[in-house]
């Protein structure tokens, strides 16, 4: 399984980004595929998460109505919007994923991505 993120970069307070993570080795569409961040010094979280086969997503509360997470089963792609833009969502996103079709952070996610950088500056 190989998972390759890409589209992290600097942007202002208030503006958006979009990060891509294409996927290989699985069955894309009934596999749960997630973005996670870690910001400096601070804990990984998870931020989105999409099975696309049923259209589950899941999102943290911290970036619920600004992020939104889609999947294209063409491409084996997943993609991550992200709109205003704060200074705390400044981390290095990672893309994940797990064969199980459940979108949970309580569930261990077997295959990860190299991470992306996102940096929001004022």
């Known amino acids: 399984v190989q998972l390759q993120a890409s589209g992290g970069g600097l942007v202002q307070t208030g503006g958006s980004l979009s990060l891509s993570c294409a996927v290989s080795g699985l069955t894309f569409g009934n596999s749960a595929i997630a973005w996670f961040r870690q910001a400096p010094g601070k804990e990984r979280e998870g931020v989105a998460c999409?099975?696309?086969?049923?259209?589950?997503?899941v999102y943290s509360d911290s970036v619920k109505g600004r992020f939104t997470i889609a999947s294209d089963n063409a491409k084996n792609t997943v993609y991550l919007q992200m709109n205003s833009l704060k200074s705390e969502d400044t981390a290095v996103y990672y893309c994940a994923a797990n064969r199980d079709p459940l979108c949970s952070w309580h569930v261990k996610f077997d295959h990860w991505g190299q991470g992306t950088l996102v940096t929001v500056s004022s």
């Open positions: 999409i099975v696309s086969d049923n259209d589950d997503t």
